[in-house]
């Protein structure tokens, strides 16, 4: 019984160090934020619940879940590490052996956010949309908000502004936009009854997202394991 009371009480005082480290990153962002969260919400219910039967229902997956991804996602983790570089303590936060993860918190509990919010919209849309196998559109966005965040990990160590961190990010995601934008929404079709062909597809689009976020995250531990380059 102790054990698991100190296994709890290490996971509360992680849950707390996650969610302040995000509030550090949204600062005085998180109104304006939450604002422009809002319209896109409501925008997905909106058109939801007013679309009619078999016009496309399948087409909320790139405005409503994607585009906050996009557009309101990867510009606040664009700051993840300008915010320590402005207020003078990167120094500190890479030599410090108790901030070991210190970034990948910050930028993972942002990114988990955006998930929830993510699934929230898909499920939704599911129960009042058209008919979809849900368990691949739910994987593929946990894939995706992987990738995310790790590409704006790799490119806050590199490049010293936001704006620079957002450019080269946005970048990479053209990079694989034929895999990054491939819809995993399967309209009308139950999970058991999905085509070898289907299946085969999204299995390859989510293993190159997969791969390419592995890699871009071991390159960006690799650079944080020197930290006078990231200082230079």
């Not at 919209?121 to 368990?135: N, Q």
């Amino acid at each position: 019984m102790p054990r698991s009371k100190a296994l709890q009480a290490d996971m509360l005082f992680e849950l707390r160090r996650s969610v302040r480290s995000l509030s550090l990153l949204m600062e005085k962002k998180a109104w304006v934020f939450l604002w422009i969260d809002a319209v896109f919400l409501l925008f997905s219910f909106i058109v939801t619940l007013v679309g009619s039967e078999g016009s496309g229902d399948n087409e909320f997956y790139t405005p409503m879940v994607l585009m906050p991804y996009l557009f309101l996602a990867m510009p606040l983790l664009s700051d993840a590490v300008a915010a320590e570089r402005r207020a003078g303590t990167l120094d500190l936060v890479l030599s410090s052996p108790g901030a070991r993860f210190y970034f990948e918190r910050r930028v993972g509990a942002f990114a988990l956010v955006m998930l929830m919010q993510g699934w929230f919209v898909t499920i939704i849309c599911r129960i009042f949309g058209s008919p979809f196998p849900l368990l691949p559109a739910l994987v593929q966005e946990l894939v995706i908000c992987f990738f995310i965040a790790s590409t704006v990990l790799f490119w806050a160590l590199r490049v010293r502004t936001p704006a620079s961190v957002l450019f080269a990010s946005l970048a990479t995601v053209l990079l694989v936009s034929p895999w990054f934008f491939s819809s995993p929404v399967f309209q009308g079709v139950p999970l058991t009854l999905l085509a070898g062909e289907e299946i085969l597809r999204w299995v390859k689009q989510n293993l190159v997202l997969i791969f390419a976020g592995t890699v871009l995250y071991l390159y960006s531990l690799r650079r944080m394991s020197t930290p006078e380059v990231i200082l230079a």
